[in-house]
């Protein structure tokens, strides 16, 4: 599986905009680049995938280099509620069997100082 | 729509103990899966299930077992308890039509489990 390296920290200041590294130099050509994060005490919450191109959503944007051997996950305006492990995960499509699990790494701890 | 629930929230076991751990998902989903968290680590998979009467093993099933009878319920059950299993767990489930998409996980709040 292809890893993925982030800071394993992060600080911003409230209502900043955020942008959270994420390096996958061993990339395949076919795997989806997604976005999880863990407030404190819950379970992982979906925030965004991408594949080549930039994505937004309601959470946040996510920006694809053009090599696809890094992306950023961009918190336009940071809340203390964004304060957060956040993790980036690359996933082959899923044809089935194993191809739907996550593997985790250790992710980048974000705090939101008001 | 709950999502994904677990039950129990907390729960301490001696060594040697067995229990269940229970979750539920009413979304209609083939895929569910257990994690566990030690702290300040990331998740790791223990078991699989693509669909209700198959499951597989993750990366760490060591100690533990499942079934998934149905397509709703995806039990974890620990046999003979170890301090290493003292963890947080979490279930999770996701759909796929195996087409190939990215199909995100939705997880549940977790099980704090402490073995003394």
């Known amino acids: 599986d292809a890893k993925t390296t982030q800071p394993n920290s992060m600080e911003s200041n409230e209502e900043e905009p955020v942008h959270l590294p994420c390096n996958h130099s061993?990339?395949?050509?076919?795997?989806?680049i997604h976005w999880y994060r863990q407030l404190p005490s819950q379970g992982p919450e979906y925030v965004i995938h991408?594949?080549?191109s930039n994505v937004n959503n309601r959470m946040a944007s996510l920006a694809i280099a053009e090599d696809r051997k890094s992306s950023t996950l961009i918190l336009h305006r940071a809340t203390l509620r964004d304060a957060a492990v956040y993790y980036c995960?690359?996933?082959?499509?899923?044809?089935?069997?194993?191809?739907?699990?996550?593997?985790f790494g250790k992710g980048t701890k974000l705090s939101v100082k008001p | 729509n709950a999502g994904v629930t677990q039950t129990p929230k907390f729960r301490i076991l001696k060594i040697g103990q067995s229990m269940t751990l229970q979750c539920a998902q009413d979304?209609?989903?083939?895929?569910m899966y257990w994690y566990r968290q030690d702290p300040g680590m990331g998740l790791k998979l223990i078991y699989y299930?693509?669909?209700?009467?198959?499951?597989d093993k993750g990366e760490v099933p060591n100690g533990y077992n499942v079934s998934r009878s149905t397509t709703e319920d995806f039990p974890l059950r620990l046999e003979l308890a170890a301090p290493s299993q003292t963890s947080v767990y979490f279930c999770?489930?996701?759909?796929?039509?195996?087409?190939?998409?990215?199909?995100?996980?939705?997880f549940g709040p977790g099980t704090r489990l402490t073995v003394t």
């Open positions: 999770a489930s996701s759909y796929s039509s195996g087409a190939g998409g990215p199909y995100e996980q939705y």
């Open positions: 991408g594949l080549t």
């Open positions: 299930s693509v669909g209700a009467g198959i499951t």
């Open positions: 061993t990339i395949s050509g076919t795997d989806y």
């Open positions: 995960i690359l996933r082959p499509p899923n044809y089935g069997g194993s191809q739907g699990n996550l593997i």
């Open positions: 979304m209609n989903h083939n895929y």
